[in-house]
């Protein structure tokens, strides 16, 4: 029995500690637990469908499974993986780098978790060194192979507002590649595993750097322009600003009553733009804090105004607004 049992935690407990060093390292808690769990979910969603069409081509092309799990199952499988992250990425549920990788190998978390419990199931003989590699080797290079695609992607995406197809290319490619060196062995599994070991941790915290980098230039700027922006607003200056100036062009547009809602949600928007940046400083100085009940009554605000101006209103307003997909995040984070 112990040994059943110490077979299993080798083969499951090490991708999980990995994941959770990983959401330990995201010091500004940019990813909610709810999206991480989800993201496992999928995961395991996902071997099982890859499970079950790689069995039916297997039994009906006759490819050598040597064959198979080297040049045709990293793609199946690599595409399974990452639709779920591919749709959080055009969904704008990701702004940076961090959250990428960290959600990116969630998904392969869930994915090994599935894989492996079936290993165990189908070879109940096999020894605890195969678990271990399995465990160490096998499920690490899951997560790492959509952390890498994740990462890629959100590189291209975030310099974006709109999504092209072709951002998630590269990355698929790396990820099916790595998926497929790994399979065919050209070194032992042993030392595989051992690369992973080493190379992860490194490659992580080069994504962590950088994008702890990019979050806080983001801030930086983004603060001082936002609330400027609130002063000029609040003292009655915005006239002489160039906000102000495109303001007064809407003026021959639009009735009075509709530029006083677009004002208004100029307004509620920069400030919701600095609530956000605040709760991201303050969970990064440690304080678990989510949006307050002003913040609550300014959203369902911004979007009663947003529903009041119409579609020619926002498309008007739209060389006011922030348009980088951190912006866009951002709201996020306060719905």
């Given at each position: 029995m112990s040994?059943?049992?110490?077979?299993?935690?080798?083969?499951?407990?090490?991708?999980?500690v990995h994941l959770?060093?990983?959401?330990?390292?995201?010091?500004?808690?940019?990813?909610?637990?709810?999206?991480?769990?989800?993201?496992?979910?999928?995961?395991?969603?996902?071997?099982?469908?890859?499970?079950?069409?790689?069995?039916?081509?297997l039994i009906n092309t006759g490819v050598k499974l040597s064959t198979y799990s080297s040049y045709v199952a990293p793609f199946l499988e690599e595409g399974f993986k990452s639709a779920w992250l591919i749709y959080l990425l055009a969904t704008r549920r990701v702004g940076f780098l961090v959250d990428a990788a960290i959600l990116g190998f969630a998904v392969g978390v869930g994915f090994a978790l599935a894989e492996n419990l079936l290993f165990l199931t189908?070879?109940?003989?096999?020894?605890?060194?195969?678990?271990?590699?399995?465990?160490?080797?096998?499920?690490?290079m899951h997560g790492s192979t959509v952390a890498l695609l994740g990462v890629m992607a959100q590189g291209f995406c975030e310099?974006?507002?709109?999504?092209?197809?072709?951002?998630?290319?590269?990355?698929?490619?790396?990820?099916?590649?790595?998926?497929?060196?790994?399979?065919?062995?050209?070194?032992?599994?042993?030392?595989?595993a051992a690369g992973l070991l080493v190379g992860l941790p490194g490659l992580m915290y080069l994504v962590f750097q950088a994008g702890n980098r990019s979050l806080q230039k983001w801030l930086g700027a983004g603060f001082d322009t936002d609330s400027e922006l609130l002063e000029a607003i609040n003292q009655?200056?915005?006239?002489?600003?160039?906000?102000?100036?495109?303001?007064?062009?809407?003026?021959?547009?639009f009735?009075?009553?509709t530029m006083v809602d677009i004002f208004c949600l100029l307004k509620i928007t920069v400030e919701l733009s600095i609530e956000a940046k605040g709760l991201l400083m303050m969970r990064k100085q440690g304080f678990d804090v989510g949006p307050s009940q002003e913040i609550r009554e300014k959203m369902e605000e911004l979007m009663f105004l947003e529903k009041s101006i119409g579609p020619t209103g926002?498309?008007?307003?739209?060389?006011?607004?922030?348009k980088g997909r951190k912006d866009f995040w951002q709201r996020q984070l306060l719905d």
């Open positions: 040994f059943i049992l110490a077979k299993g935690l080798s083969a499951l407990l090490p991708v999980v959770l060093v990983l959401l330990l390292m995201d010091g500004y808690k940019l990813v909610r637990m709810r999206t991480v769990l989800l993201s496992v979910c999928f995961g395991l969603l996902a071997a099982l469908a890859s499970q079950v069409v790689n069995d039916a081509l189908l070879w109940p003989d096999a020894g605890l060194l195969v678990a271990v590699i399995r465990g160490l080797g096998t499920a690490v310099r974006n507002i709109h999504i092209k197809p072709w951002f998630f290319l590269p990355g698929y490619l790396l990820a099916v590649s790595v998926h497929a060196v790994f399979n065919q062995f050209f070194i032992s599994p042993a030392l595989s009655g200056r915005v006239s002489k600003t160039p906000v102000g100036t495109y303001l007064l062009t809407l003026r021959k547009m009735p009075p009553e926002r498309l008007a307003i739209g060389p006011m607004l922030p």
